[in-house]
C-alpha cells in the first residue's frame, strides 16, 4: 500500500547535566573541584533508504524521540552522550516543517543523513569554572533542552519518465508490457488509485524507471478524481509520456483530451508543465486498418505536431504510434524516451 504523506513527531534527547562535586580522599588536601560534564542528547536523523517505498510506518507510529544524555559524575566523569535515533524514510522524501511550511530536507540519495532534530548540548560541571583565584567553584549548568518539532513527510517517487493520460489511457498496460511490473489493468476508470514503478531494459545494459501516474481528469490541479494527490509524483521525472487514446470508448476527441490534460499540468505547476513531452498515440489495434493513416495525420496537426520543430516545453516533433497489448511501438517508445531523458537524439532507426 502506497501513503506518501504522514505527519511526525520528534523530540531530540534533553543534554545531561553538569554536576558539582569535590575530591575528598584521604591523605589528599584540598582535592578541589571534582564535577563532571553532561552527556549530549541523541539527534533525530532521517537518513534515505532505497528498499523503502511508503510511509505508513509513520501513520501508525508518528512519535520518535531519542534519547537524553546521562548527567556528569563525580571525578569528572563525562556523561554517556544519548543514542542518535535514526529514522529511515524512502528516497523522494521531502520534509517540511509543519508550523511553517519550511523545506527542512529534501532526501534523494541512499544513505543521506539530515539532522531534524538537534540533541541538546552536556551542562558543564564545576570542574569547569576553576581558576587561580576561584579555587572552589559550585557553579555547575544544566544540559540543553531536547529539540521537540512536528514534521510533515511528503513522498515523491523518483523516476526517468512519468506516465499521464486520462483514465484507461492504457498506462497500465503499457507498464506491464514494457517492465516486470504487474499494475492493475480493467475496463473501468481509475483502475490505478495509486502509481506504480516500473524498470524497463534496454538492450547495451541500459535501464529506464517508468512511473504510471493514476489517470487524471478535468479539474485534476483543483483537486477533481485521484489526479491532485499524484500530480506530485510526475515533479521528479526528467520526461513525461503523454498517453493519448485513438479510440475512446466514451466518444470524445482525443485532441480535447490531450489539451485538457496538458492544462491540468500546466494548472498545476508551469515547471511541471515544461517537462520534455514524448506524445503517443496508444490503442493503435482498436483503430481500422484503412482508418489508422487518416486518423494519426489528422490527430498529430490538431494537436501542433509535425511542424518540423520542437514544441515549448521541448515535445517531440512526431508521435509515437502504439498498441500496448500487440506489443506494436513499443520499443521504438522506450527508445525515443530513452534519448529524451538523456537528451540525445533520436536513434537514426526510428527517425521518420
Not at 53 to 73: C, K, M, S, V, W
Not at 116 to 138: C, E, I
Not at 195 to 216: F, K, M, T, Y
Request: glycine share 14%; hydrophobic share 35%.
Amino acid at each position: 500500500m502506497l501513503v506518501d504523506e504522514a505527519l511526525i513527531h520528534v523530540r531530540s534527547g534533553k543534554g545531561g547535566n553538569g554536576v558539582t562535586a569535590f575530591r575528598r580522599e584521604k591523605s589528599i588536601m584540598k582535592g578541589g573541584p571534582d564535577g563532571g560534564d553532561g552527556g549530549r542528547g541523541g539527534h533525530v536523523i532521517l537518513v534515505g533508504d532505497l528498499h523503502l517505498d511508503t510511509l505508513i510506518e509513520y501513520q501508525h507510529r508518528p512519535h520518535r524521540f531519542a534519547t537524553p544524555g546521562e548527567n556528569g559524575a563525580k571525578k569528572k566523569c563525562h556523561g554517556r552522550d544519548g543514542e542518535d535515533l535514526i529514522v529511515p524514510v524512502p528516497l523522494g522524501t521531502v520534509v517540511r516543517d509543519a508550523e511553517t511550511g519550511e523545506i527542512v530536507a529534501d532526501i534523494v540519495d541512499d544513505g543521506q543523513q539530515v539532522i531534524v532534530a538537534q540533541g541538546g548540548k552536556g551542562g558543564l560541571g564545576n570542574d569547569r569554572f576553576k581558576t587561580s583565584t576561584h579555587q572552589s567553584p559550585t557553579e555547575c549548568t544544566p544540559g540543553e533542552d531536547a529539540v521537540e518539532r512536528d514534521l510533515h513527510l511528503e513522498l515523491k517517487l523518483i523516476a526517468d519518465v512519468g506516465f499521464v493520460g486520462l483514465p484507461n489511457a492504457g498506462k497500465s498496460t503499457l507498464l506491464n508490457a514494457t517492465s516486470r511490473a504487474t499494475a492493475k489493468v480493467g475496463a473501468y476508470p481509475f483502475t490505478t488509485r495509486k502509481p506504480q514503478l516500473g524498470i524497463a531494459e534496454l538492450a547495451g545494459d541500459r535501464r529506464i524507471v517508468l512511473a504510471d501516474i493514476p489517470g487524471l481528469i478535468e479539474g485534476a490541479s483543483d483537486g477533481a478524481g485521484l489526479g491532485h494527490d499524484f500530480l506530485r509524483h510526475i515533479e521528479r521525472t526528467k520526461a513525461i509520456v503523454h498517453l493519448v487514446d485513438l479510440a475512446p470508448l466514451d466518444g470524445s476527441k482525443p485532441a480535447d483530451n490531450y489539451r485538457m490534460i496538458r492544462a491540468e499540468l500546466h494548472a498545476f505547476s508551469p515547471t511541471l508543465a515544461e517537462k520534455p513531452e514524448l506524445v503517443v498515440f496508444s490503442k493503435i489495434d482498436l483503430v481500422p486498418e484503412e482508418e489508422r493513416a487518416k486518423r494519426i495525420r489528422r490527430l498529430a496537426t490538431e494537436i501542433g505536431l509535425g511542424k518540423g520543430d520542437k514544441g515549448g516545453n521541448g515535445k517531440e516533433d512526431t508521435p509515437v504510434i502504439i498498441s500496448a497489448a500487440t506489443g506494436e511501438g513499443v520499443r521504438e517508445l522506450l527508445e525515443r524516451a530513452y534519448a529524451l531523458v538523456k537528451g540525445e537524439a533520436m536513434p537514426t532507426e526510428w527517425r521518420r
